[in-house]
C-alpha cells in the first residue's frame, strides 16, 4: 500500500470505517478535549465540536454567528488556501510574491464581476449578503489574531515570506474564475484545426453530442486567431506555481498548443458522479443521495465538509472553503447534489479593430479602458491596463500583419448578476420541498451543474441548471466576429432546462453524459454539444437497475467501483486482430478474458490503460487526420477514437492500427515494469502522491511533511472512481475528493470521506488522516443530530464574544 498506507489503514480501523462492504469496529475513542476560546465579533456564545475525523460541528445562538464561526474556522484549518484562493482571484499575488506574478494579478482582474452589486446580491436567497458579511468578518476575526501573534502563522506564509491579508464581502462573489464554465478552449483549438485542415480534421479531438454538424461562422477567418489568444485566460483560471520563486524568476514558457492541450485534457476530467434512489427501490424505504464531485485531487482538499446550526439553520455538506455555507449535502428536509451539465457558456469574439476602437456594426465603437494598479513585493507598483468592448475582457490583440488588426474577447455568463461558483446552493439551504428546490435551479447561475434532490417525504428527482445564453444563429462551437451579427439574445428561461421529478425507474443519476432526453429541442436550444462520455453513467445505471433494494454500502461501493465501461467497446475491436508477436498475443488473450475492472493487483488494467490513453490516440490520429493538424487532435478524445474505430470505413486499417498501438504499449511496459508480463499490476503503476505547489519552497523534511506518500489507486478516468492521473508518471491528478452518501431522513446513517484530510495543517492530525481510507474506499460518519454528534466529539470548543 506504499509506505504510510497499511499504518495507518492499521490505525483506524479501530474507528468507525463504513465500506462497500459495511462497518467496521465501534465508536473511537471516548477521550474528548475541552477548548475555550474568546473571540472578537462573535454576537453570542457558542459551541463548536469537531469530530474525529476533523468535520466542525458549529451551534450560534444565529445564523449571523454560524457563518461567522465557520469564516472563523476556515481561517484556523484553510488559512493559507483561502489566503491565496483569494489573492489569485482578486490579482493580488504580486503584491505577496512579487513581480514575477503581475501577468497573472492583471488576467484575474480581467474576469472579476464588475457589475451592480445589489442585483449581484438580489440573485442569492434572501440572507446572501447578511452570510457572506458574517462570513469575511469571521474570517478576518482568525487573521486578525495571527497578524496579531495570537495564534501560529501558517508555515506556508514562512516558506514565502508573506502575510495573511483582511477580507471585503465583496472578495467571495466577485472572483469567478474558479468555478467551471466551457467551451471557449475547445472553440480555439477547433478553429486552429480549421485552419490547418478543416472541419473534419477535428472528429477525433471532439465528439459532439447529440448528433450535429457545425459550419464556420460568416465573417470569421480561423486563421487570425492567434496560436496563443488565451494566455491570459488560462493565466487567470490556473493554479498558483512557486516554481518561479523556487528558480528565482528562470521558468521556461510552454508552447500554446501544449498549454491549451493541457487546458482541454484538465476540463474534460473535472465531472462528478450523482444519484437519487426512490424509497421503493431502498432496503429502508427512505431514499439515498449520493455525490462524488471530481476536480483536481491534491493537499489541501478543494473542499471541506462543515455543519452550521442555528435557530434557523440547519445544514451539513461539502464546500469550497472560501464560500459561506455548502454546496452539496442536507438540510432538516433535503438532500441535494450535483454534478457538471455541459452548458456552453463562453463564446470568444473576433474583432477588426482601429487603435482602442472595433467595429461594430455599421461603425466603430470605443473599448472601455481601465487602468489599475498592482503592488508588487520589493518593487514599485506597476500600471496595468485593462480593456473590454460591449462583449466582455479583451483577452489578446494582434497588430495589423496584411490582414488588419484584431481583438479578441471573452463573453462569459461570469460577467452576469448570480454567476458566483456554486452560491446558488445559498437557495438550498433552506429548501423544504422539490418546488423549493426547483425554485432554487431556476435562479442558479454557475457552474452549469445537474442538481439532484431527495426529501424526506420520500420524493426525488433531477434538474439542469444554469445560465443558458440563447445563440439565435450560431452553434458556440467556434469563435465569431464581434461586429453584431452575433449577439446572445438573453438568457434562456431556466425553465425550460430538463427536469425529472419522481422518474418510473425508481433512480435518477448523471455523471457529466449528454443527458438531454428523447424529444428535446438540442438544435433549436443550443443549450451545448460537448459533453462527457459515457462510460461512467453506463456502468452506474447498470448497477442501480441491477440492484432493487439497495442499501447505503451499495452507493458506496458503486462510488469507488472500479469498472471501465468504455474498456468494453475497445476490447471488442480486437476481435479478428491477431499478431506474430507472441507477447502482444498474450496481452490479447488477456484483455479478452478481463473483467473491465481496473484493481490494483489486475495485469490486464494496465494493458488496457497503457495502449488506451498512450497509444491507442496517437495511432489513429497519426493515420487518418491531415499531418498539418495531428499536433492539435493530438491523440484525439477516447470515444471519439472508439466510435471512428467502430464505423464500417475503418475496416480497412482497423486491426493494423489496434495491433501497432498494442505492440507499442507492450513495449513501453517491458521497459517500465520488466519483462515478466504477470507482474504488471495496475497498483505498480496508478497511484495517488500529494504535495502542495508551495512545497518546492520547503527543504527535504519540510516537504516530506507536507506530502502524504505513495497509495496505489484503482480505477480510471473512466471508472467511476473517476481517477485521473497523467500519462507520464500515472499520478491520479483528478477525481473525487469528497464523497457523500445520505440516507434521506435518517441523517445520522450519512457518511462520507474528504482526502486527504479536513485541515491544511501539515501538523494536524487531520492533514492526511482521511486519504489511507479514501484510496481504500472507506468512509466515516457524517453526523447531523447533537446526539450523534457529541457521541463522535474529538474536540468541544466553547466560545464567548471577547468583551
Not at 449571523?64 to 489566503?83: P, T, V
Not at 508555515?155 to 464581502?169: D, H, I, M, N, R
Not at 496560436?227 to 528565482?248: I, N, Q
Not at 504499449?665 to 499490476?681: H, I, Q
Amino acid at each position: 500500500m506504499g509506505r504510510i498506507g497499511k499504518a495507518w489503514v492499521g490505525m483506524l480501523m479501530g474507528s468507525w470505517i463504513a465500506t462497500g462492504a459495511g462497518a467496521q469496529g465501534a465508536p473511537v475513542s471516548t477521550s474528548v478535549t475541552q477548548q475555550a476560546w474568546t473571540v472578537a465579533g462573535l454576537a453570542a456564545p457558542a459551541r463548536m465540536v469537531i469530530d474525529h475525523w476533523g468535520v466542525p460541528h458549529i451551534y450560534a445562538a444565529s445564523s449571523r454567528d454560524a457563518f461567522f464561526l465557520q469564516g472563523y474556522n476556515a481561517g484556523r484549518d484553510r488559512l493559507w488556501q483561502i489566503d491565496l484562493w483569494r489573492k489569485r482571484g482578486l490579482g493580488r499575488l504580486a503584491a505577496s510574491f512579487g513581480p514575477a506574478y503581475v501577468a497573472q494579478d492583471r488576467a484575474a482582474r480581467l474576469f472579476l464581476y464588475r457589475g451592480d452589486m445589489a442585483a449581484e446580491y438580489a440573485a442569492y436567497a434572501p440572507g446572501a449578503r447578511e452570510a457572506v458579511q458574517a462570513f469575511t468578518a469571521g474570517v478576518n476575526a482568525y487573521v486578525g489574531e495571527v497578524r496579531a501573534g495570537k495564534r501560529p502563522l501558517p508555515v506556508e506564509f514562512k516558506l514565502t515570506a508573506s502575510q495573511p491579508e483582511p477580507w471585503g464581502p465583496q472578495d467571495v462573489l466577485r472572483i469567478r474564475s474558479h468555478a467551471l464554465v466551457s467551451n471557449v478552449t475547445s472553440e480555439v483549438a477547433r478553429a486552429q484545426v480549421v485552419c490547418a485542415a478543416g472541419l473534419a480534421a477535428d472528429r477525433l479531438r471532439r465528439k459532439l453530442e447529440p448528433d450535429h454538424t457545425t459550419v464556420v461562422p460568416a465573417g470569421l477567418d480561423p486563421c487570425a486567431i492567434p496560436a496563443d489568444v488565451l494566455k491570459d485566460y488560462l493565466l487567470a483560471t490556473g493554479t498558483v506555481s512557486f516554481e518561479a520563486l523556487a528558480s528565482r524568476g528562470r521558468t521556461a514558457k510552454a508552447d500554446p498548443q501544449v498549454q491549451l492541450a493541457a487546458a482541454l485534457s484538465a476540463f474534460q476530467t473535472e465531472g462528478s458522479n450523482n444519484w437519487v434512489i426512490a424509497p421503493a427501490r431502498t432496503a429502508t424505504g427512505r431514499p439515498i443521495l449520493a455525490n462524488d464531485p471530481h476536480r483536481p485531487v491534491g493537499v489541501p482538499s478543494l473542499r471541506y465538509i462543515v455543519h452550521l446550526n442555528a435557530p434557523d439553520l440547519d445544514i451539513i455538506g461539502a464546500g469550497e472553503p472560501a464560500l459561506p455555507g455548502v454546496s452539496f449535502g442536507h438540510n432538516d428536509d433535503m438532500a441535494w447534489g450535483l454534478t457538471i451539465f455541459y452548458i456552453d457558456q463562453e463564446d470568444l469574439y473576433v474583432y477588426e479593430t482601429r487603435g482602442d476602437t472595433y467595429r461594430y456594426r455599421s461603425g466603430f465603437e470605443p473599448m472601455t479602458v481601465v487602468r489599475e494598479t498592482v503592488e508588487v513585493k520589493g518593487q514599485a507598483p506597476r500600471q496595468v491596463t485593462l480593456k473590454f468592448t460591449r462583449h466582455g475582457p479583451v483577452i489578446d490583440e494582434t497588430p495589423d500583419s496584411g490582414h488588419g488588426a484584431h481583438a479578441f474577447a471573452l463573453r462569459t455568463v461570469w460577467n452576469q448578476p448570480g454567476a458566483s461558483g456554486y452560491f446558488g446552493s445559498s437557495r438550498m439551504w433552506h429548501a423544504k420541498s422539490w418546488a423549493d428546490f426547483k425554485a432554487g435551479q431556476e435562479a442558479w447561475g454557475s457552474p452549469p451543474l445537474n442538481l439532484v434532490y431527495a426529501g424526506v417525504d420520500g420524493e426525488i428527482g433531477w434538474s439542469a441548471a444554469g445560465l443558458t445564453p440563447a445563440r439565435p444563429n450560431w452553434d458556440g462551437l467556434l469563435p465569431v466576429p464581434g461586429d453584431g451579427r452575433y449577439e446572445w439574445a438573453g438568457m434562456m428561461p431556466e425553465a425550460q432546462l430538463p427536469s425529472s421529478r419522481n422518474p418510473v425507474e425508481g433512480f435518477f443519476a448523471t455523471a457529466n453524459e449528454m443527458n438531454l432526453p428523447a424529444g428535446y429541442p438540442a438544435e433549436a436550444r443550443k443549450i451545448g454539444f460537448e459533453w462527457g462520455d459515457r462510460s461512467r453513467i453506463t456502468r452506474i445505471r447498470e448497477v442501480l437497475a441491477a440492484t432493487p433494494k439497495a442499501t447505503l454500502a451499495d452507493s458506496m461501493a458503486l462510488q469507488t467501483d472500479s469498472h471501465d465501461a468504455l474498456s468494453r467497446r475497445a476490447i471488442a475491436l480486437l476481435a479478428t486482430a491477431a499478431s506474430p508477436d507472441p507477447d502482444v498475443t498474450r496481452a490479447i488473450a488477456l484483455l479478452k478474458a478481463w473483467d473491465n475492472d481496473e484493481t490494483v493487483g489486475s495485469v490486464a488494467a494496465t494493458l488496457y490503460q497503457v495502449w488506451s490513453i498512450n497509444h491507442l490516440g496517437h495511432t489513429v490520429v497519426a493515420a487518418v487526420t491531415p499531418a498539418a493538424a495531428r499536433t492539435l487532435v493530438g491523440s484525439g478524445q477516447l470515444d471519439a477514437v472508439i466510435s471512428y474505430l467502430e464505423t464500417p470505413g475503418a475496416a480497412p486499417i482497423r486491426d493494423r492500427l489496434l495491433l501497432a498501438s498494442l505492440g507499442a504499449a507492450v513495449a513501453e511496459l517491458k521497459n517500465r515494469l520488466g519483462p515478466d508480463m504477470s507482474t504488471w499490476t495496475w497498483g505498480r503503476l496508478h497511484h495517488a502522491d500529494f504535495s502542495p505547489a508551495v512545497a518546492v519552497l520547503a527543504d527535504g523534511q519540510l516537504a516530506a511533511r507536507m506530502g502524504t506518500g505513495s497509495l496505489p489507486i484503482p480505477g480510471s478516468a473512466s471508472s467511476p472512481r473517476a481517477a485521473t492521473y497523467r500519462p507520464g508518471d500515472f499520478a491520479q491528478i483528478a477525481g473525487a475528493s469528497v464523497r457523500l452518501v445520505m440516507d434521506v431522513g435518517q441523517w445520522d446513517n450519512s457518511v462520507a470521506v474528504n482526502t486527504p484530510g479536513q485541515s491544511g495543517d501539515s501538523l494536524s492530525p487531520h492533514y492526511r488522516d482521511l486519504f489511507p481510507l479514501w484510496a481504500a474506499g472507506a468512509y466515516v460518519p457524517l453526523a447531523f443530530s447533537r446526539a450523534a454528534v457529541d457521541a463522535q466529539a474529538e474536540t468541544v470548543v466553547t466560545l464567548t464574544p471577547a468583551p
